[in-house]
């Protein structure tokens, strides 16, 4: 699955992580591959499918 960049920025940022959206805006690509970046989607308490990706 793959889903765009703004869409996990979005949910870090209405849970009022701004810091770690700002980063995820400089270190992913414009689409991301969420099995190819799930460990970190993991950290980032993000489940693609739920919180991204529907």
Known sequence: M???KIEII???RS???HDR???VDRALP???DTRK???L???LDIE???DVGR
């Open 10 to 12: 979005a949910v870090l």
């Open 21 to 23: 959206a700002d980063w």
């Open 30 to 32: 414009r689409v991301v």
């Open 37 to 39: 970046h799930s460990s």
């Open 41 to 43: 989607l993991r950290m």
């Open 15 to 17: 849970r009022g992580l």
């Open 2 to 4: 793959h889903v765009n």
């Open 48 to 50: 693609p499918g739920v």
